[in-house]
């Protein structure tokens, strides 16, 4: 993906969402452009990232902790603890349903916000933010529900790409926080993209030290993007 055959836009800096006190930009192909669905699976392997129908890059003046990762799906095994995970969350059922809004989806959405997420500016989204947040009309996206019972208690949001599935965001029922349910989602993404016969699943951007993307480094063998390319994370193997 050159781009002199797309448009790159900056954005203006904002408040960043994991350092206080900095700032951050992004690099953003053109949300006009026609074949974005086309440029999704080479704009992964750039390390870009879909938010609603954005595909961004962190692109910080004074900062490159975002680095994008990957799951090498053909060479993970789950550690002990990721078999626990499993091992707890055999009694769901886990279904491939088409993205969209709904109310189920909706409400639980609203309570994982609330509960997880207070004060982030989005605790009372409403239908019209959860379907510019989650999907676009040319992503290639499914919703990975998980149930038990009749009970919805997670759905990922997952775009599946002919070279990668990227695990866009997850949101769970806050009272089962014993589950690891975002765990669980993840593993059940490997599984997808193990199924399909897809060899990575992008999990975004992994910044080292930082609480928040520790979880990340679990998963192994990961690779990162460096500027020579992507390599597996020293040590995760």
Not at 114 to 133: K, L, V, W
Request: charged content about 25%; overall charge positive; hydrophobic content about 35%.
């Amino acid at each position: 993906m050159r781009s002199d055959h797309v448009r790159l836009f900056q954005t203006l800096p904002h408040a960043c969402g994991y350092f206080a006190g900095r700032t951050a930009q992004n690099l953003v192909i053109d949300p006009a452009a026609p074949q974005l669905d086309r440029l999704y699976g080479a704009a992964l392997d750039h390390g870009f990232r879909r938010a609603g129908g954005h595909l961004y890059f962190p692109h910080c003046p004074s900062c490159h902790a975002c680095t994008p990762c990957r799951i090498d799906v053909a060479n993970f095994k789950p550690d002990r603890a990721q078999r626990r995970c499993l091992k707890r969350n055999a009694d769901l059922t886990i279904s491939e349903r088409m993205a969209g809004y709904n109310s189920e989806r909706h409400a639980l959405y609203s309570r994982y916000l609330r509960t997880r997420h207070p004060g982030g500016g989005m605790d009372d989204a409403e239908a019209s933010d959860f379907r510019r947040f989650l999907t676009a009309p040319w992503s290639p996206t499914v919703f990975l529900e998980l149930h038990r019972g009749d009970r919805l208690l997670a759905v990922a949001v997952t775009d599946i790409c002919a070279t990668g599935i990227s695990a866009v965001y997850t949101f769970y029922d806050p009272d089962e926080k014993d589950r690891s349910l975002g765990t669980f989602a993840i593993l059940q993404q490997v599984e997808l993209a193990r199924r399909r016969g897809i060899p990575w699943v992008y999990l975004g951007f992994w910044i080292e030290d930082h609480p928040k993307m520790d979880y990340k480094r679990r998963f192994k063998p990961l690779q990162i993007r460096t500027i020579d390319g992507w390599v597996n994370l020293p040590g995760n193997h």
